[in-house]
Nanobody
Framework: QVQLVESGGGLVQAGGSLSLSCAAS????????VGWFRQAPGQEREFVAG????????YYADPVKGRFTISRDNAKRTVYLQMNSLKPEDTAVYYC??????????????????WGQGTQVTVSS
């Protein structure tokens, strides 16, 4: 099993940047693919970005391509989401989630097994 804790959310103006972190527990973290998801008020949760267990593969949802970058440091058991050129429509609670022995792209179509508690990102216009 793995436990996930997000941090780094906050309030930022449109066009600004934020960096989210997802810290994991568990000695097998390097075998998990990890994704970032978000849920805005009144909307369904959506996939944002995913990264494979070694960090060699990444996959992004179209709305964030070219603006967001996902990365990981397995030695620190942490996954990051760098968000640039933020827009008001990026406002949401952001969650990281993990699943073992799967791919970054697969996270977009199948809800992972393990989830963090979420962190709020608010982008003002």
């Amino acid at each position: 099993q793995v436990q996930l804790v997000e941090s780094g959310g906050g309030l930022v103006q449109a066009g600004g940047s934020l960096s989210l972190s997802c810290a994991a527990s568990g000695r097998t973290f390097s075998t998990y693919a990890v994704g970032w998801f978000r849920q805005a008020p009144g909307q369904e949760r959506e996939f944002v970005a995913g990264i494979g267990s070694s960090g060699g593969t990444t996959y992004y949802a179209d709305p964030v391509k070219g603006r967001f970058t996902i990365s990981r440091d397995n030695a620190k058991r942490t996954v990051y989401l760098q968000m640039n050129s933020l827009k008001p429509e990026d406002t949401a609670v952001y969650y990281c989630a993990a699943e073992r022995f799967t791919t970054a792209q697969s996270l977009a179509s199948r809800a992972p097994d393990y989830w963090g508690q979420g962190t709020q990102v608010t982008v003002s216009s």
